[in-house]
């Protein structure tokens, strides 16, 4: 590899994208769009012509079929760097796990991530998603966000058949603290529950759109959620799922869960 000439191509690659979008330019409209000196741009065009990147055509500047394929690489190289940096937890997480992941699929993700001023800015995009689908699988490690509870509770009566994996001590909490809802659920016949001790992070499988949500150390609440619609996406999402699910226990085999009222017994086959 030619590094000093893929460092040299980056370096240019604005030249390149003006040229991309206008079609052509001559030195003065390109001082302008990039807000530079004349001898800066005599430099950079200069340095883009003997690369064979540009040429000059009826006295501007446009691409060559080379600078063409060029910027396009170095565009989606750029896009696939900065969807690697906001996956770094996604990443962190799935190869703690042992789980695979095609970034490339997550290209044009939505990446949601809390804030100081609105730390439920994650959860609220994973609620949006609630809001639209007639089905819900999947996994999550942390207890359902109480200001949410409600919601989640009523689309499961009303119809969103759910099939969810939780810890079993978040499963125990809800069924304790929430031991009327939860039977009122389990006998609208909508509500699987299955319960693994090891999930990797938040999986959420709506019914075109999935997400993956990495909680915060304090208060269990998200702090990343990063959703797509990308059919490669939703079929990694699908393998991860069925894996954690397959090897978790339907609550109605949990011995752990026996100390819980009734509702624990009753038959969450659909």
Known sequence: MDTERLIELIRRAPVLQVLQEEGAADRRELEQHLNVSKSTVHRFTRALREYGLIERADGKFVLTSLGEVSIAEVTAFGTS??????????????SANGIEIDVAAFTDATVTIAEPGNPYRP????????????????LDPASI????????????????????VFRPAVVEELLTSNSDRAR???????????????????????????????????????????????????????????????????????????????????????
């Open 81 to 94: 760097i900065e969807t690697l940096w906001e996956l770094a937890p996604v990443l962190e997480a799935a």
């Open 123 to 138: 959860v609220n995009r994973f609620m949006s998603l609630i809001s639209e689908t007639e089905t819900l699988r999947g």
């Open 145 to 164: 966000n109480p200001l949410h509870l409600d919601e989640i509770y009523e689309r499961i009566v009303t119809g969103m058949h759910t099939d969810v």
């Open 184 to 270: 009122t659920a389990f006998e609208s016949g909508n509500l699987t529950i299955r319960t693994h001790d090891d999930l990797p992070f938040g999986l959420t499988l709506a019914d075109d759109r999935i997400g993956v949500g990495i909680y915060g150390d304090e208060m269990g609440l998200l702090r990343l959620y990063v959703d797509t619609d990308a059919p490669a996406a939703y079929e990694w999402a699908e393998e991860v799922y069925t894996d954690y699910r397959d090897t978790a226990t339907e609550l109605t085999e949990h011995t752990e869960l026996s100390r819980l009222p009734p509702v624990q017994v009753l038959n969450t086959d659909n």
